[in-house]
């Protein structure tokens, strides 16, 4: 059996690999995803998926609901509870109630996903959206003694990408959000007139960015993607410095689904 290598899919791909009959496509590009498919079912390829394709990518785009939900204000909840009946204990975390879920068909591909074997790759932000239909269970925490090693690469590798111009990076610049500002970025939404298609385009960027973060700092060995920053230019996570930036200082391997079935 050939040795096992693991492959964070971009949505671009995640779901053709997991329902090659999506829709129509040439022979050739059905045949990669039917043969990708089938490695994975045999265990050859071990597949990963970001979290934030699930908390940026699926929310509806229309009557701005993007905006709506990325505004909300009340993004982090503190829950008290008591230890052994004398010490309390104060959790702090992410909102629960903001997104409002899946799509039906979104809800299709992640059920398809999940039984092929897929493992989520968990974002490391803190007030980060969370998805009510993704389980615990279903993410991937790298084993290690260090609790804060994760988010940690995590922080430095979206530093790398956002003070080179990607990810998140470009969301704030289409909202004006100043450098020194001390109000939460979120708040500088409400202010924003331009295009919704621009503030998509910005969130779809955020998830890159957040999807390479999390890939590299969860070890996994290739990221597959259809992305090849046609739109974003050099603002995108997948442009060609960025990724020869991100090789040479994480050792970031992207690729085509093709060519990925050139990596054994």
């Known amino acids: 059996m050939k040795t096992p290598i693991s492959v964070t899919f971009d949505r671009n791909v995640y779901e053709f690999v997991v ?11 059905k045949r990669t995803y039917e043969a990708i498919h089938k490695m994975i079912e045999s265990g050859t390829i071990l597949p990963f998926i970001s979290e934030s394709v699930f908390t940026l990518e699926t929310l509806k785009r229309k009557n701005s609901s993007r905006k709506n939900v990325l505004g909300h204000r009340e993004r982090i909840i503190t829950t008290n509870s008591e230890s052994n009946g004398n010490t309390s204990v104060i959790t702090v975390g992410s909102n629960p109630y903001i997104h409002p879920g899946n799509h039906e068909k979104d809800n299709e591909f992640l059920a398809k996903a999940i039984e092929l074997g897929f493992k989520i790759l968990p974002i490391y932000r803190l007030g980060r959206l969370v998805n009510p239909a993704i389980k615990a269970e279903w993410r991937y925490i790298l084993p290690t003694d260090d609790i804060l090693e994760i988010p940690t690469k995590f922080a430095e590798i ?57 890939h590299i700092a969860s070890k996994i060995d290739y990221f597959c993607t259809n992305d090849m920053a046609k739109t974003a230019g050099n603002k995108s996570a997948f442009n060609v410095k960025m990724k020869a930036l991100l090789h040479e200082q994480f050792n970031l391997n992207v690729v085509a689904p093709f060519d990925l079935l050139n990596c054994f």
Do not use: C, H, M
């Open 158 to 214: 979206f530093e790398v990408i956002e003070s080179n111009g990607g990810g998140f990076a470009w969301l704030k610049v289409l909202l004006n959000v100043p450098d020194d500002n001390s109000k939460p970025w979120f708040d500088y939404i409400q202010y924003y007139t331009g295009t919704d298609k621009k503030f998509d385009a910005a969130v779809a960027e955020w998830s890159d960015g957040d999807s390479i973060a999390a």
């Open 19 to 29: 329902n090659p009959e999506k829709e129509r496509l040439p022979i050739n590009e």
